[in-house]
């Protein structure tokens, strides 16, 4: 399976429309990690795709709740915008949160630079900006694959 995973898009709901339109039928569902988890929102009434969100620092608590954990399968997946585990300072907080969660995987976003890695048996991935990448290069989103067999997760960066 796979799920569409966008952050901090800051206003830039034109392209969260368009990647609904294009990935509707190829993806099973939506997630958006905060700052303007409300730029997804809007688009509730006009897709069949679950939206799954999480606040961000910019955003406040009314729409989105600070964190989510979802299952997948056999796949549990830990949803945070970041802004509360110090991830300038490194990814430690981060990673023992995941962990003391029971998450195979841990999106993330605040920092607007794409990354994926895996730090002892837990999944990590931000999917970078789709509206104000502070890594010089275009903005992204993320792709993120669900093995249905065997809940192995893996994803992929694309740019704009």
């Known amino acids: 399976m796979k799920i569409l995973v ?10 969260i429309k368009a ?6 039928g190829k993806v099973r569902a939506v997630i958006h990690l905060g700052d303007n988890d409300r730029d ?20 406040d608590t009314v729409f989105s709740p600070r964190e989510r954990l979802l299952t997948f399968g ?5 949803l945070t915008h970041g802004n509360k585990h110090h991830l300038n300072s490194g990814f430690i907080s981060l ?4 962990r003391a969660q ?19 048996d837990i999944f990590f991935m931000n999917p970078g900006s789709i509206a ?23 994803g992929e960066i694309i740019r704009l």
Do not use: W
């Open 40 to 59: 997804l929102l809007k688009y509730q009434d006009e897709t069949e795709l679950p939206l799954y969100t999480v606040a961000g620092n910019c955003d």
């Open 132 to 154: 104000e990448p502070r890594d010089h290069m275009p903005p992204s989103y993320g792709l993120l694959t669900i093995d249905d067999a065997t809940g192995e997760v893996s």
């Open 95 to 98: 990673y023992n949160h995941a």
């Open 6 to 15: 966008i952050s901090d898009s800051h206003g830039e709901d034109a392209r």
């Open 19 to 24: 990647l609904l339109a294009y990935y509707t």
């Open 74 to 78: 056999k796949c549990k997946i830990l």
């Open 102 to 120: 029971q998450a195979s995987a841990c999106l993330y976003g605040h920092t607007h630079i794409a990354a994926i890695f895996t730090e002892g």
